[in-house]
Structure formats: C-alpha cells, structure tokens
C-alpha cells in the first residue's frame, strides 16, 4: 500500500517534470514573465541602474525575446547569475534563456546540452598595456607579468598563445574584473587580458585612458550568445528568430522610427514578411503575426541596441569590426525570412 | 607659647604638583615613554599612524557628494581642490545607498523592510535585557513570522498556517506525554509539525485566502536584497542556530544509539564541508531533485543552509560548555531527583550556555559575516550589488568607496554584538 504511494508520487513528479518542459512558451505565457538569466553585472551588457531597471546589450536580447512572446519588453524576471551558477539555473528550468555574454563552445553545446540560438557579439581575447610599456605587439611580451581572470577560457587561451609562439609569462591570477582593475592599475602586474569588449570598458574608467592601449592581435574566438536547453525546439527557434528579426531588421533598414510606417507594408517583400503584413511567419512560429515588429519596437534592431549600449557613441566606445552586418564586412548574419 | 616663632600659624599654600607629575606629561611618560623599548615603539607607531592617516583622511575629506558619473567625480574634485588630487568619490553612495541597503525592493514600499527592522530591535529586547518584563516574550515569539510576513508579502495565512504548525508541536509536547509515552510525544511533535507545514498548510492557507483575503503586495525575493537580505539571512541563522545547535549538543551526549549517532553524523558532516559547498547545493543541486516549475524559493534554500552550517558549530560550541561543567553538577541535579529535561533546563544549560557565550558570540559574528559568501552564488547582497553598481559605465571602477560604506554597515551590527556579549558577560559573572 505505501510501496504504491511512493511510486505513485514519483511517477506524478515525473509526469509533471515531463509536462512542464515539454512546452517553455506555454509556461512563459503562464507566469507572465519571462525568467531571462542575466549576468550579475558586466559594463555594457548587464547593469542595474539607480531604479533596479537591468539595461544592457544582453538585456535587450530578452527584452525583444519578452516583447515577441509576451508583448511586453518589461514582462521578465531578471535572475542575475554568477559564472559557477548559470548553467545550472538554465538546465534546472530556473531561466528560459540565458543571455549572459557566454561563449559558444563545443562542450557547452554537445555535453552540457544547451543550444545556442546564435551569435550576438564576436568577441576575442586582447591584451591591454601601459603605453609607458613600449610595447605594441603581444609577440614582445615575452616574460611579461600578466593580470588573468581564473576559471575562464582566457587562462587557458593565454597559455596556449604563449606557448605556440615560444614564449614565457608569468601569470597574476584574479577572481573578478575590479580586482584586475586594480592591480593592473597598481602596477602588480605589466599586461591586462581578458576579452576585448572587457577591456575596452575598464580601459574608458580610468582616470587617464590615453596612457593605456590595446594590442591588435586577438588571440581567441569568442562569439558570444544567448542559449536556452535542449529539448525545446519550439522555444529554440523563437529565441533565435527573434535574435535574427533584430539582425534582419538593421539589414533591411527597419529601425524603431520607421517601424510603424513599415509595418503598414511596403514594396519590399521581405520586410513585409518579416512585419507581419504579408505571409504567415508568426504563425509557423506559434506566435501572432506581429511578433517581430513588437521585438524590434522594444529596443530598435541590432544596430540601434549595440549603439546604445556598447557602440562609439557610449563611453566603452566598441566599434562594429566584426559585429558589423555581413554587408558592410562583417559577420553579423541572419538566415532569410521566408 | 603662643610666640613661638618656629612654628608655623597657617597652612603653607598648596603647590601644583611637578609638571612631569601631573595631567598629560605623566601620562605620556608612564605609558608612552616609560623605557627605551617603549619610546622606540612609540615613535615607530607614530609615524605609522600618520602614515596611514596622512593618505587617508584627505582622501576621505577632499571627496565629492553629488556627481552622477566616476568621471563627473573625478572633474569636481580637479575644480575644487586643484588637479591631481586624489579623493573618494562617494557620489555613488549618496545614489545607491537605497540599493545596498534595500536591493532591488519596489522604492514605495521601503517603509516594510524598516519596520520590519524597528520591530526586530523591539522583538530582540525582551530576549537581550532581562530588565523589560518577561510577558513581552510572546511578541518576540510571533516576531519571525511578522518579519517575513512583512517582507515578502503576500497572504497572511501562510505565517499563520506555520504558527499554527509550532502549536502543534507544543500541543504534542504538552498533551502527548499521558497518552503515548515522553520518548513518543517527542517524535510527535517533531512529525506532526512537519507532516502539517510539507503536506497540508499550503493548500490550508489558499483555501482560507479564497475565503477570507487578507494580503499585502507579495515581492519577489530575486528583487529582495542588499544589506536587508545580509540582516535575514543572518537573524535568521543566528536565531535558528542556537536552539539546534543545543538540542544537537546534548543529542551528541544522549545514551540512546541511534539519536547519538544522528546527530554525530550531522555535526561532522556540515563541519567538515565549506559553507560555500553548501550553498552551492542549494543555489543549483537541490532544483535537480524537484520537479520543474517547482520554485523553492533560493533565499529560503540559503537561509535553511546557513541555518544548518551555523547549527553545527553552535553544537560543538555548546558541547564545550557542557564538558567544562563539573561532573558534580550532573550528580547534583540527579541527587535531587530531577528529570533529565528539568535537570537539562534549570542546572546544566544555564551554566554551560554561560561558559560559551564569548565562543556563541564569536559564532554569531562569523555566521553574519559570512553572509556575503551568498554573492557567489548570485544573490544581491551588498557585495554582489557593488559588482552590479560597478557594471554601470558610471561607476566602473569604483571600488574602496562601495566597499568601506559595506564594511562599515558590518562594523555597527558586528560591533554591537560583540559589546552586547562583554554586557552579558559582566552581568552573568556570579565568581568573586
């Protein structure tokens, strides 16, 4: 009699365990919110301003993710997570996506069984120097000390460049980016690495920039993107179609000023698609016809949100590079609409 | 005789003593210069003082109040005290101070956590001054539930569907003993109360909010932060951590095999793991055992670890007071024929907790110390706010002025708890 209680509480545990991961959009549409996994604060890509509001070029991933699903860019729980935590909080279900600048990487993809949508920002390892140094190519490095975050792909990458160009470094292992800050700052150490939009953000707080410079070589591939379990191919494709409509958008010229008036239709076949006015995109994507035009209206497209957020116009002051759309030399891409 | 010129007819004029007698001339030579050895060392620390001083105090001085951005600060203290000058900028206190206190909790409803802490200090009286009069108790006992009523929000009935589950406990612990024996009323009233809160208060408690509404604004807790969330997490603990910590000492003691062993087992395990092992498990493990969608709230989770942790060391420290009490004082109690809760409650306890009391304090201290370590795992207590704050292109690259306000707001409360341990232990002390 209690043998079949048991079992009859698991197996219900187990029936709703499969339930509830069967189908993210109608547990997102549920609760009203989307629980979007951010980082627990990086310049430019995840901060909480003075009212709590999280801002950020990640952020508006979810925002246009919350505006498509739900019609409301607002409509999210921001579950700030550490690097030791994140894929824990999205493989439990605790988030539904995690935009939390994160690398695409083999393992992450195959073993850990996360899919990533896409590509957000290609990053790569680059190395900040004092001018004072005199240096001004990392093949002159050879024995400097160098600030390393632990625990990340740059310590291993670093290694790796070292090692492949015969040269030695002694290394200055540091938990966070503030503590690197100071300590490069303090002279600990000669050579500030980690990822090159990270630099370029520390180097724009210092009290005299323009005595500090980044090398040109970058020495890893990072692209980073948003990613959201295995097992929802569903939610998969809306997160990155929605990823695309903000790419697309830009390439196609649709910017959150004329988006209304493009909405209404135009000549262009594909905008209109895109918008909703002609086929029927949204509905293959168990969404309405207007999903798109709602997730660009929730921060502009893709150019307009790395503008804002990361763009030469902030302090970080990024330029494109490689994030520029794949017409201007880049390697911003997004598959057709149709 | 009255001409005798020898002898003096008034008082001679009382004289200032000599100047290396007196006021701070003595002082200084008797503790600052009172041997070679001692002025050297003096000397030595002097310079050190004004060392540290001579860096410090400008900094803290030539500081700027109202800029909204590190660079606005920086340029204010150029115009105003000339370029090249180094000061703090605690412009980003002045704007953030709401946040390290209170997270990222809705700013209208500030008033809550406040009163929460106001009726905390109000609640915590009766038990630290036996002065206030004992009746006042019963507040200090519905308190937690008031606490987390209030800051959460939300449905009245839950705090009071899980009152309702220590009146069952009490009620199995007073009642029970007639009918089923001490050893199963004991196990009652362990069981009841939890078969009552795991299985049934919750549907108990919606049902009666279906019926009656009483509710306030719920908050969520991943908006529940700063240094408020450094204060639950803490009371909590420190609260919860004494009273297991005791029946777990005295479990460590028991005759009976398989209590012993229970609680040996759990004492040595919890101090033989790192706290940050333990919030680990709740931040991540513990949602793999539920079933999706089930949200156990994360701040509870760490809450019952830090409980946990903090419980352990409680119990070894209790178990030293209990060893260093005189076998004696056992015998004595038996000799006069109490039972062994009496014996326990009016005898024993009284004196072994008297003994620990620095090492309890210094526990307490610890536990809300490390408080801060639920930063890694992505809580916003006031550490991990100061990475959120940062992460604003504004106020990269502050760092000593976020940290001093946070290390300041540890020091009042540490502080005070170490004071309030040196009151106890003066008043206590019965030895001559």
Not at chain 1, 89 to 113: I, M, P, Q
Not at chain 2, 403 to 424: E, G, N, P, Q, T
Request: negative net charge; glycine residues 10%.
């Amino acid at each position: 009699m209690k043998k079949t209680i048991v079992l009859g509480t698991l197996a219900a545990v187990g029936l709703t365990a499969g339930m509830a991961s069967a189908g993210t959009l109608d547990d997102v549409k549920a609760k009203g919110e989307l629980a979007c996994g951010v980082s627990t604060g990086l310049v430019g890509f995840a901060a909480p301003d003075a009212n709590g509001e999280w801002a950020g070029f990640d952020v508006s991933v979810c925002r246009a993710v919350a505006a498509a699903v739900l019609g409301d860019p607002t409509a999210i729980k921001f579950v700030p997570l550490t690097g030791k935590t994140r894929f824990t909080a999205l493989a439990s279900g605790e988030v539904d996506v995690l935009a939390r600048n994160t690398t695409w990487t083999f393992s992450r993809d195959v073993d850990l069984k996360f899919t990533f949508v896409g590509v957000n920002y290609y990053d790569g390892q680059g190395f900040m120097v004092p001018k004072a140094l005199g240096v001004s190519s990392a093949t002159e490095l050879d024995g400097a000390t160098i600030c390393i975050q632990t625990g990340t792909t740059t310590e291993l990458n670093l290694a790796d460049y070292f090692r492949s160009n015969g040269m030695s470094y002694e290394p200055v292992p540091i938990e966070t980016n503030a503590e690197s800050q100071q300590n490069y700052l303090a002279g600990a150490c000669d050579v500030y690495t980690t990822d090159a939009s990270g630099l370029a953000a520390t180097r724009a707080t210092f009290e005299n920039p323009d005595d500090h410079m980044l090398l040109p070589e970058i020495v890893s591939k990072e692209p980073l993107g948003p990613l959201v379990r295995h097992g929802d191919d569903q939610w998969g494709d809306i997160v990155r179609w929605t990823l695309n409509a903000l790419i697309t958008a830009e390439e196609l010229g649709v910017t959150s000023a004329n988006l209304a008036e493009k909405s209404a239709g135009t000549d262009n076949p594909e905008i209109n698609r895109l918008l909703g006015s002609e086929g029927n995109l949204g509905e293959m994507l168990g969404l309405d016809a207007a999903w798109a035009a709602r997730a660009i209206a929730a921060g502009g497209n893709y150019g307009e949100i790395f503008e804002a957020n990361i763009g030469e116009s902030t302090a970080i002051g990024l330029s494109r590079g490689l994030n520029a759309q794949w017409t201007q030399g880049g390697l911003i891409y997004s598959p057709p609409f149709r | 005789m009255s001409n005798l010129s020898y002898v003096r007819t008034e008082m001679l004029q009382e004289q200032a003593p000599p100047v290396t007698q007196t006021g701070i001339v003595m002082w200084l030579r008797e503790n600052m210069f009172s041997s070679i050895g001692n002025s050297i060392l003096t000397i030595v620390s002097g310079v050190l003082i004004y060392m540290v001083l001579a860096s410090i105090v400008p900094w803290f001085w030539q500081s700027s109040w109202t800029a909204h951005s590190l660079g606005e600060c920086r340029e204010a203290i150029a115009h105003t005290y000339g370029e090249g000058t180094e000061g703090a900028c605690f412009s980003v206190i002045t704007e953030r101070y709401n946040q390290l206190l209170f997270g990222f909790y809705p700013s209208e409803l500030y008033w809550r956590p406040i009163l929460a802490f106001v009726l905390l200090l109000l609640a915590t009286a009766p038990v630290l001054f036996p002065a206030i009069p004992s009746k006042y108790l019963g507040f200090s006992a519905l308190y937690p539930f008031a606490g987390f009523w209030l800051i959460w929000g939300g449905s009245l009935w839950v705090p009071l569907a899980a009152i309702f589950g220590f009146a069952l406990a009490y009620a199995a612990a007073v009642y029970l003993p007639k009918v089923i024996g001490s050893l199963g009323s004991v196990i009652a009233a362990i069981l009841l109360p939890l078969i009552w809160w795991i299985g049934l208060s919750g549907s108990v408690a919606d049902g009666l909010q279906n019926v009656v509404p009483l509710a306030i604004q719920s908050v969520d807790s991943i908006n529940i932060g700063g240094f408020t969330l450094s204060v639950m997490i803490g009371i909590t603990g420190i609260t919860l951590s004494l009273p297991i910590g005791i029946l777990l000492a005295l479990g460590r003691q028991s005759n009976l095999f398989v209590v012993k062993t229970i609680c040996v087992g759990f004492i040595e395990f919890i101090r033989g793991v790192p706290l940050i092992t333990l919030l680990f498990v709740a931040s991540t493990l513990l949602n793999y055992f539920m079933p999706p969608g089930t949200s156990f709230d994360l701040i509870l989770r760490v809450m019952i670890m830090v409980t946990l942790f903090a419980s352990a060391y409680m119990a070894e420290v209790i178990r030293g007071g209990l060893a260093a009490l005189p076998k004696g004082q056992y015998e004595a109690a038996d000799a006069l024929g109490l039972d062994y809760w009496k014996a326990t409650r009016l005898i024993i306890m009284p004196q072994a907790l008297k003994i620990s009391i620095p090492n309890i304090v210094s526990n307490f201290i610890g536990l809300f110390k490390d408080t801060t370590l639920v930063s890694i795992i992505g809580l916003m207590d006031p550490i991990g706010l100061s990475t959120a704050i940062r992460a604003n292109q504004e106020w990269n690259g502050i760092v000593w002025e976020l940290f001093a306000f946070i290390a300041l707001l540890f020091w009042i409360v540490c502080f005070s708890m170490s004071r309030y341990s040196m009151y106890l232990e003066r008043k206590l002390k019965t030895g001559h």
